[in-house]
Structures are given as structure tokens and as C-alpha cells.
């Protein structure tokens, strides 16, 4: 098994969910509309797409020496098709599976396909920040269609309609913060660094000015690039 350590900034993140592990902080949600919706094509194509993106087969774990992540199999992913009556009715169902926690050990990911009855459909794609940022939205969802069309024709994406729960961010921030006050509480106020003492007075927002010289010939290579 290939599990691997969780990066910093992963890191961080955990912090806010073993304060609130059932809570939706920090997920990711994405709506398209579809213009042909079929659910068994549509499950293909996000299996193929899945099985190219390691990052969406992500999965965490728990060990005695903290968390972990590895890459599940790309024929887990969760894919709910549901009926629905409008477009209005389709985003409130995809909006209800948003709010709902990731696991462990399952994918942090899933999709809801809300079909109505003209035969379109809107494509509900939910995300954990820890896998998955809003620059990737658009390529992910070109490579669905991508695979959706290939095997049937369908109108083009209208546009998607993307919600990041930060509503939630600022009690989670205020959660985190409070983590570190009590984790850090026993740490001296200043560290010594390599011989040199940390400044103890107030802290100034001057900008400070620092001068480098360059040989002529470099200076002349970087006014040719600016």
C-alpha cells in the first residue's frame, strides 16, 4: 500500500476537521448542466476521468503516528442519479449532498446527476479543498464531457454555477486558531536563530530597501528580458 504523509497545508486543514469532523468545511461545489442526461454514461465517463486524475482517487486514513493518504480504486466513486422536477429542485438536492462530511477511507469526492423531465440535467460534482481547488474545475469538467460525448451527443456545458463552502471558514478559521493557541501555549515567546536574537520591540510596516549589484554583462541580459 502506498500511503504517503499529509503535505503542510493538508496538514492545517486537519486541524479544523478533528475540531469539527462533521462539519463541511472547506468543500468544494460545482454545478453543470447537461444537455442529454444519461446516468449509466455518465457514471462511465466519470470512472475514465477518475481513473486519469489521481488526485480525485485520493483516500485518508488514520494511524498512531497521525493521517495518511493513498490513492483508492477508481470504481468507488459515489454517483447518485436522482429525478427531479427543476432546475431549482436539482440544485437544493445537489446542495444537500454538499453539506455532507467525507469519510474516512473513502474517496473525497462525489457526484449527483439530477435529471429532468425535458430529458436534460444539471451535474452536481462535490470536492474537499484538500484534493481539489477551483483552477481545476474547469479542465476536470472538459475532460467529462469529453468522455460523455464521445459516446453520446449532448449539448455543451451552459456554464457552471461553483459554491465553496468558506461560509463555514470563519468558525473553522476561529477553530484553528484556537488548535494552535493551545498547541503552541508552551513555547517560548522568542528563539534564539542561528546566534541571532529575535527582535523584541514592535514590529514596523517601513519597507526596507536592499541593494544588489550585478556585473555589466548580467545587467544588460535583464534589461534585453524586461
Known amino acids: 500500500e502506498d500511503f504517503r504523509p499529509l503535505s503542510p497545508a493538508q496538514e492545517e486543514l486537519f486541524a479544523v476537521r478533528q475540531i469539527h469532523p ?3 468545511y472547506f468543500h468544494v461545489q460545482v454545478i453543470f448542466k447537461v444537455g442529454s442526461a444519461n446516468p449509466a454514461l455518465m457514471q462511465e465517463a466519470l470512472t475514465q476521468v477518475v481513473l486519469k486524475n489521481r488526485s480525485l ?26 429525478a427531479v422536477e427543476s432546475e431549482a429542485q436539482a440544485r ?3 446542495g444537500a449532498h454538499a453539506l455532507r462530511p ?3 477511507g473513502t474517496r473525497w469526492c462525489r457526484f449527483v446527476l439530477a435529471c429532468l423531465p425535458d430529458g436534460s440535467g444539471c451535474l452536481g460534482a462535490v470536492f474537499h479543498h484538500m484534493i481539489f481547488d477551483g483552477g481545476s474545475v474547469q479542465p476536470f469538467f472538459t475532460q467529462i464531457f469529453e468522455e460523455y460525448t464521445a459516446h453520446r451527443p449532448c449539448a455543451a456545458p451552459s456554464g457552471n454555477e461553483e459554491r465553496v463552502s468558506y461560509r463555514h471558514s470563519r468558525a ?38 536592499f541593494e544588489t549589484k550585478f556585473s555589466s554583462e548580467i545587467a544588460s541580459q535583464l534589461r534585453a528580458v524586461a
Not at 494511524?63 to 436522482?82: D, M, S
Not at 484553528?176 to 501555549?185: I, P, Q, T
Request: net charge negative; hydrophobic share 30%; charged share 35%.
Open 22 to 24: 462533521d462539519e463541511p
Open 172 to 209: 473553522g478559521s476561529s477553530a484553528s486558531l484556537e488548535y494552535w493557541k493551545d498547541l503552541l501555549s508552551e513555547a517560548p515567546e522568542f528563539l534564539r536563530l542561528s546566534g541571532e536574537e529575535c527582535p523584541r520591540g514592535p514590529l514596523s510596516g517601513a519597507p526596507e530597501i
Open 57 to 82: 482517487r485520493t483516500v485518508f486514513r488514520r494511524t498512531t503516528e497521525g493521517w495518511e493518504q493513498g490513492e483508492g480504486e477508481a470504481e468507488e466513486i459515489e454517483f447518485l442519479p436522482v
Open 102 to 104: 467525507f469519510k474516512e
Open 92 to 94: 437544493s438536492v445537489i
